[in-house]
Each structure stands twice: as structure tokens, then as C-alpha cells.
């Protein structure tokens, strides 16, 4: 099975999330591929405006993983243009996680992987898992280890995503 994790990554908070993902998928067998959705200016905050210096063709995947951060109680603006712009997830089953600063998930988290799912959704995909990591949580180790044995249980049951 080809997986795709496709991230936007400020910090480097979420690339290491991505990281552990891929080790674990590549651990059980699957064929995996970590590309980041980069900005010619990170700090746009407005959609429209936004241009991407690095756009993943995600077509070659069978299951995507999406990830990106948290960005003012949002999704990362970098994510909703890669998203927002001429990708198709018809058909497509995937997994997504948010990271953010603050300490609890309803401090843009949940708000965040809300649109994140709603965007994928309305482009045609079928999202299975999700996960908020809260860098400044105490318990951010046990997010991390949660998010990822959670989204590498939904991608090893054929009936869940793969199918």
C-alpha cells in the first residue's frame, strides 16, 4: 500500500509528528512517502493570496495522511490553499492531525481539524482519523504516541481506510 503524508510544517513541530508516522508505517510494511506543501511567504495569512513553492501530487497515493498546524484558533493557511487549489482527493481515504501551541484542543484545534476535514470532504475524500497534538501540554508525548498508534491502527485495517 502507497501512503502519502503530505504536511505543512512552520516549526518543525509537525514535520516530527510526520516523521514518527512514517516510521511506523514503514515498521508494518507500507511504502511511504513524506512531502511538504510549502509557501513562497509562510507569513500570508489570506487564502487567495497565498502561492505554493511546493505542491505534492498526491495521486500515485492509495492513503493520505494530511498534517499541518495550528494557526490563529485555524488551519494553517498554507494547508487550506493546498487544499483550496486544484488538488483532487476524489475517492481518496485519509487520515489528519493538527499541531498546536497552546495546551488544550479547544483553543484552535478542534477548530482547526474541523476544516481541515470540511476541505477534504468537499473535495471528494473520505476522512477515517484525526488527532490534535498540544505542543505546550504536559502530556504532549503521549498526544504524539496516541495521534500516531491511532492513525497507523485506521490505515492497517483494510475495512477502515484502505478499502
Not at 505543512?8 to 512514517?22: F, N
Not at 511567504?41 to 492509495?62: A, C, F, G
Request: aromatic share 6%; proline share 4%; charged share 25%.
Amino acid at each position: 500500500m502507497e501512503i502519502g503524508i503530505i504536511v505543512h510544517s512552520q516549526t518543525g513541530h509537525t514535520l516530527s509528528v510526520a516523521q514518527k508516522l512514517k516510521e511506523r508505517f514503514v515498521a508494518a510494511g507500507h511504502t511511504v512517502s513524506l512531502e511538504q506543501v510549502k509557501a513562497i511567504d509562510d507569513s500570508q495569512t489570506e487564502v487567495r493570496k497565498i502561492q505554493l513553492s511546493e505542491k505534492p501530487d498526491v495521486s500515485s497515493y492509495d492513503i493520505l495522511i494530511l498534517g499541518a498546524p495550528v494557526r490563529g484558533f485555524s488551519l494553517s493557511p498554507v494547508m487550506a490553499a493546498y487544499l483550496s487549489n486544484g488538488i483532487s482527493l476524489s475517492g481518496k481515504k485519509l487520515g489528519c492531525f493538527v499541531t498546536q501551541s497552546f495546551p488544550y484542543p479547544w483553543m484552535g484545534g478542534k477548530q482547526a481539524i474541523e476544516q481541515m476535514k470540511k476541505l477534504c470532504e468537499s473535495k471528494g475524500a473520505t476522512v477515517c482519523e484525526s488527532g490534535i497534538v498540544n505542543w505546550s501540554s504536559k502530556k504532549r508525548e503521549k498526544k504524539i504516541d496516541e495521534t500516531v498508534e491511532n492513525l497507523t491502527k485506521a490505515v492497517g485495517k483494510p475495512n477502515k481506510i484502505a478499502e
